[in-house]
């Protein structure tokens, strides 16, 4: 397996089913067993870094989690800095374009206000990672929301954009605007002076020439730009991506899974399996065991009645979803993880990883066969 072809899972979801915890226990599953792993989200909530018991900053970090050796690491680019990371690292060897870039005023505005930039910029930094990094597998974990997937497909219209002669064009306008280029002549020249004229009226002459100057400064790292986003489509569009959907039993749960299952089989990846958190399927080993000991309270009793009721409670909620599961996705696999009592995030990982562990070839995309 190439170093820069690494097997990528995303994990999709609705908020509140665990998405973030459930990442982490597969992505420490892995690389318990074995398996190079990178974990990486692109959850602007940073929940990350509390399910770890880790700091993750926005550079690949080693995680020391005994569990996962000194196989996992974790990338959690910040919403507010993952504009200005990629741009450091894409302009590392041209210093006076990228003073130019890091100063543009559209620039600054998008790296603010540019809805998807975020997904994208992560996109494109899990590419640079993995061709610099030797991993087997990357995990990563989306913002909890119906449209987090959508991200999927920005890679690559963006790569068809870069590549084409817009950025050119764009990137031609900071010559024009700035009155340095002789005037072109013939019906070509009159048409492009004629709509720069008219986006000067729309928006003012210095968002014209801002808009001229970022695309001059991009068109100077365009190929390596255009080589790390398709890249990055290619891992998440490729055969060896993974759609996981994550959820839990209760309707809201469902109806995000059936929504999801239908978006993902519109973008192209398809889902490869659900996992179904709070779904247990047996009592705890602490409540088998006091069960039937002589000398048990009767408040004790009383206090393990409930828990299994409500135990019991959840295994059938998820029984029936599974049910309907099956029945609306023939063919789908469910995996079922019970609720975990531990009050630390770390803990509650180390616990689902363990119930994981048996599912990883279930859960893993089906090209990790070729291995």
């Given at each position: 397996?190439?170093?820069?072809?690494?097997?990528?899972?995303?994990?999709?979801?609705?908020?509140?089913?665990?998405?973030?915890?459930?990442?982490?226990?597969?992505?420490?599953?892995?690389?318990?067993?074995?398996?190079?792993?990178?974990?990486?989200?692109?959850?602007?909530?940073?929940?990350?870094?509390?399910?770890?018991?880790?700091?993750?900053?926005?550079?690949?970090?080693?995680?020391?989690?005994?569990?996962?050796?000194?196989?996992?690491?974790?990338?959690?680019?910040?919403?507010?800095?993952?504009l200005?990371?990629?741009?450091?690292?894409?302009?590392?060897?041209e210093?006076?374009a990228?003073?130019?870039?890091?100063?543009?005023?559209?620039?600054?505005?998008?790296?603010?206000?540019?809805?998807?930039?975020?997904?994208?910029?992560?996109?494109?930094?899990?590419?640079?990672?993995?061709?610099?990094?030797?991993?087997?597998?990357v995990?990563?974990?989306?913002?909890?929301?119906?449209?987090?997937v959508?991200?999927?497909?920005?890679?690559?219209?963006?790569?068809?954009?870069?590549?084409?002669?817009?950025?050119?064009?764009?990137?031609?306008l900071?010559?024009?605007?700035?009155?340095?280029?002789?005037?072109?002549?013939?019906?070509?020249?009159?048409?492009?002076?004629?709509?720069?004229?008219?986006?000067?009226?729309?928006?003012?002459?210095?968002?014209?020439?801002?808009?001229?100057?970022?695309f001059?400064?991009?068109?100077?790292?365009?190929?390596?730009?255009?080589?790390?986003?398709?890249?990055?489509?290619?891992?998440?569009?490729g055969?060896r991506?993974?759609?996981?959907?994550?959820?839990?039993?209760?309707?809201?749960?469902?109806?995000?899974?059936?929504?999801?299952?239908?978006?993902?089989?519109?973008?192209?990846?398809?889902?490869?399996?659900?996992?179904m958190?709070?779904?247990?399927?047996?009592?705890?080993?602490?409540a088998?065991?006091?069960?039937?000991?002589?000398?048990?309270?009767?408040?004790m009793?009383?206090?393990?009645?409930?828990?299994?009721?409500?135990?019991?409670?959840?295994?059938?909620?998820?029984?029936?979803?599974?049910?309907?599961?099956?029945?609306?996705?023939?063919?789908?696999?469910?995996?079922?993880?019970?609720?975990?009592?531990?009050?630390?995030?770390?803990?509650?990982?180390?616990?689902?990883?363990?119930?994981?562990?048996?599912?990883?070839h279930?859960?893993?995309?089906?090209?990790?066969?070729?291995?």
């Amino acid at each position: 397996m190439s170093k820069t072809d690494p097997l990528v899972i995303v994990c999709a979801g609705g908020g509140g089913v665990g998405k973030t915890t459930t990442s982490a226990a597969l992505a420490v599953a892995l690389a318990r067993n074995g398996r190079s792993t990178l974990i990486v989200t692109i959850d602007p909530a940073r929940r990350l870094a509390g399910a770890m018991g880790v700091d993750i900053t926005d550079e690949v970090t080693r995680v020391a989690v005994p569990e996962a050796g000194s196989r996992l690491c974790a990338l959690m680019p910040d919403p507010r800095r993952s504009l200005h990371t990629f741009a450091e690292q894409l302009f590392e060897h041209e210093p006076v374009a990228k003073a130019r870039l890091l100063s543009n005023k559209l620039y600054i505005g998008l790296a603010d206000a540019a809805a998807g930039v975020h997904e994208l910029v992560a996109m494109n930094l899990v590419a640079r990672a993995a061709e610099r990094g030797s991993f087997d597998v990357v995990v990563i974990d989306t913002a909890p929301s119906r449209h987090a997937v959508d991200f999927v497909t920005l890679p690559g219209r963006l790569a068809a954009l870069l590549g084409g002669r817009t950025v050119t064009w764009l990137s031609g306008l900071a010559e024009r605007t700035s009155g340095g280029a002789s005037g072109s002549s013939g019906l070509i020249g009159w048409g492009a002076g004629h709509v720069e004229n008219l986006l000067a009226k729309v928006t003012g002459p210095v968002l014209v020439r801002d808009t001229g100057d970022l695309f001059r400064d991009l068109a100077v790292v365009r190929d390596r730009f255009v080589a790390l986003t398709q890249h990055a489509a290619t891992l998440l569009l490729g055969p060896r991506a993974a759609y996981l959907l994550v959820t839990a039993p209760t309707a809201a749960g469902r109806d995000d899974v059936l929504y999801l299952h239908k978006r993902l089989e519109k973008l192209g990846p398809g889902s490869r399996a659900v996992v179904m958190n709070r779904a247990d399927t047996h009592a705890a080993s602490y409540a088998r065991a006091l069960r039937g000991q002589p000398g048990v309270s009767a408040a004790m009793a009383s206090a393990m009645t409930i828990i299994e009721d409500e135990r019991a409670a959840r295994s059938s909620a998820a029984d029936a979803l599974s049910a309907e599961l099956r029945a609306r996705i023939p063919g789908l696999p469910t995996v079922r993880l019970p609720f975990i009592e531990a009050s630390a995030p770390e803990r509650v990982v180390a616990a689902l990883s363990r119930e994981l562990e048996p599912y990883i070839h279930t859960l893993l995309p089906a090209a990790a066969a070729e291995r």
